[in-house]
């Protein structure tokens, strides 16, 4: 499975954007997809997740109420749509895809077995 990020940017505090992350060759049917944040000088993160079985949605505390993630009907993009951002989000976003994710592993980075190549999201003050 290829994955693809994009829509990061440059964007004023309060302001939005909208990530996307699109699969080559296989449907996202089967997988659960994360999304995950690196800082600079910081661990990656777990930001919000699709599971693979009945589209259930996570989100990591400090963005509830702000993100929210989504699948197109088509199953091969799924978006991060961020509102309110605040100069904290700041980071390099990576978009991840599992097939053996449970619900206890979500938040796991290494529960993921494929991986995008990242797209820098920059919120100025």
């Known amino acids: 499975v290829q994955l693809q990020a994009s829509g990061g940017g440059l964007v004023q505090a309060g302001g939005s954007l909208r990530l996307s992350c699109t699969t080559s060759?296989?449907?996202?049917?089967?997988?659960?997809v994360g999304w995950f944040r690196q800082a600079p000088g910081k661990e990656r993160e777990f930001v919000a997740a699709?599971?693979?079985?009945?589209?259930?949605?996570y989100l990591a505390d400090p963005v509830k109420g702000r993100f929210t993630i989504s699948g197109d009907s088509n199953g091969n993009t799924v978006y991060l749509q961020m509102n309110s951002l605040k100069p904290e989000d700041t980071a390099v976003f990576y978009c991840?895809?599992?097939?053996?994710?449970?619900?206890?592993?979500?938040?796991?980075?290494?529960?993921?077995?494929?991986w995008g190549q990242g797209t820098l999201v920059t919120v100025s003050s």
């Open positions: 060759g296989r449907t996202f049917r089967n997988y659960a």
């Open positions: 699709r599971s693979r079985v009945g589209g259930y949605t």
């Open positions: 991840a895809a599992g097939r053996g994710v449970i619900t206890s592993s979500i938040p796991s980075p290494d529960a993921y077995d494929y």
